[in-house]
């Protein structure tokens, strides 16, 4: 639960919904809104800060954080690292190149929704 709080609040923020500075939710009201223990929420806040997508001040909450440009910079190491996890994975498996490229079609068809579909990044 807390991968889809840490998935939520990094789209809002890279889609320019969260600019940098703005207040998040607290810990305590985002998991009373989320149905989840305040313990989830706090650890998806620390893993979001260690990122550098968000900035916690003891006893004033957390915001974004003012250089997102970095934290997305570090998003990108991270899917970077993913992938090259996944083509490991597949390599174990014996899986060829077009075999991986079919399932990773799969995997993004079955993601796809109306709502999540675009013709590319924003500018």
Same mark, same amino acid.
């Given at each position: ?70 934290? /997305?910079?570090? @998003?990108?190491?991270? $899917?970077? !690292?993913? &992938?090259? %996890?996944?083509?490991?994975? *597949? =390599?174990?498996?014996?899986?060829? /190149?077009?075999? @991986?490229?079919?399932? $990773?079609? !799969?995997? &993004?068809? %079955?993601?796809?929704?109306? *709502? =999540? ?7």
């Amino acid at each position: 639960m807390y991968q889809q709080i840490v998935d939520q609040i990094t789209a809002r923020v890279m889609a320019g919904d969260w600019l940098p500075g703005q207040a998040l939710p607290s810990i305590r009201e985002l998991a009373a809104d989320s149905g989840v223990s305040v313990i989830t929420v706090k650890r998806a806040y620390e893993e979001l800060e260690r990122a550098g997508l968000i900035a916690t001040r003891q006893g004033k909450g957390s915001v974004v954080a003012e250089q997102p440009e970095q934290a /997305r910079a570090l @998003l990108v190491d991270a $899917l970077t !690292q993913s &992938l090259a %996890a996944a083509v490991a994975h *597949a =390599t174990r498996l014996g899986l060829t /190149r077009p075999a @991986l490229h079919a399932r $990773l079609e !799969q995997v &993004l068809d %079955a993601s796809e929704t109306p *709502a =999540t579909h675009h013709e590319g990044p924003k500018s």
